[in-house]
């Protein structure tokens, strides 16, 4: 299984200078773009948890056979609404910024919780490391964080050299990760085509 995580940029200073109402609208519609992007690259929209997006693909879901580079494509989609909304709003002064992690691994998929506070969802620690290499992102001061296991994916020659080692909450060892721009993204992309 391959996750997506995004989260938007210091959300809270938006919070405190933006009215609720229009800050609704732009997540409104930052996440429908979200899930459209998400949908139309063969991947599932898992939740969203506040400000966050959680994806997922699954090889063979939907016909779904690089999960990756579906991911990356994705998250190319959530980066351009991002952009088309600090266009169209002025008040947000080019100030909405999202930031990703992609991970790949072992996860399980079920029912969790009780009685009518059920969820379908994915768990385990490919998920939870998806989260922290998002929340990595920022430490990066790059946009997008992709694990080692989701570079396997990749053309070599792209990640092989730019791999770096981070330390993640929850993990006892650095992991190895590649971190890129969205700019560097669409590069990738290309290369993939």
Same mark, same amino acid.
């Given at each position: =299984?391959?996750?997506? /995580?995004?989260?938007?940029?210091?959300?809270?200073?938006?919070?405190?200078?933006?009215?609720?109402?229009?800050?609704?609208?732009?997540?409104?519609?930052?996440?429908? $773009? %979200?899930?459209? @992007?998400? *949908?139309?690259?063969?991947?599932?929209?898992?939740? #969203?948890?506040?400000?966050?997006? =959680?994806?997922? +693909?699954?090889?063979? *879901?939907? &016909?779904?056979?690089?999960?990756?580079? %579906?991911?990356?494509? !994705? /998250?190319?989609? =959530? +980066?351009?609404? /991002?952009?088309?909304?600090?266009?169209?709003?002025?008040?947000? %002064?080019?100030?909405?910024?999202?930031?990703?992690?992609?991970? @790949? &691994?072992?996860?399980?998929?079920?029912?969790?919780?009780?009685?009518?506070?059920?969820?379908?969802? !994915?768990?385990?620690?490919?998920?939870?490391?998806?989260?922290?290499?998002?929340?990595? @992102?920022?430490?990066?001061?790059?946009? /997008? $964080?992709? &694990?080692?296991? @989701?570079?396997?994916?990749?053309?070599?020659? #792209? +990640? =092989?050299?730019?791999?770096?080692?981070? %330390?993640?909450? &929850?993990?006892?060892?650095?992991?190895?990760?590649?971190?890129?721009?969205?700019?560097?993204?669409?590069?990738?992309?290309?290369?993939?085509?």
């Amino acid at each position: =299984m391959t996750i997506l /995580v995004t989260d938007i940029r210091n959300f809270t200073g938006l919070n405190e200078r933006l009215p609720p109402e229009l800050l609704a609208r732009i997540l409104g519609r930052l996440f429908r $773009v %979200s899930t459209e @992007s998400v *949908e139309k690259h063969g991947g599932v929209v898992d939740k #969203f948890i506040g400000d966050a997006v =959680m994806a997922r +693909w699954m090889a063979g *879901e939907k &016909g779904e056979k690089k999960p990756v580079k %579906s991911a990356l494509l !994705a /998250v190319l989609g =959530m +980066w351009r609404v /991002v952009q088309d909304l600090n266009r169209d709003h002025p008040e947000l %002064s080019n100030a909405l910024r999202i930031g990703a992690g992609i991970n @790949s &691994g072992q996860a399980v998929l079920g029912n969790l919780g009780t009685g009518g506070s059920r969820e379908y969802t !994915a768990i385990g620690d490919s998920v939870n490391v998806a989260f922290r290499l998002e929340t990595a @992102s920022k430490e990066l001061k790059k946009d /997008v $964080v992709i &694990g080692q296991a @989701s570079c396997e994916a990749l053309p070599r020659q #792209f +990640w =092989m050299k730019k791999l770096q080692l981070v %330390s993640v909450k &929850g993990k006892n060892e650095p992991i190895k990760v590649l971190a890129l721009t969205f700019e560097e993204v669409e590069k990738l992309i290309q290369i993939m085509e």
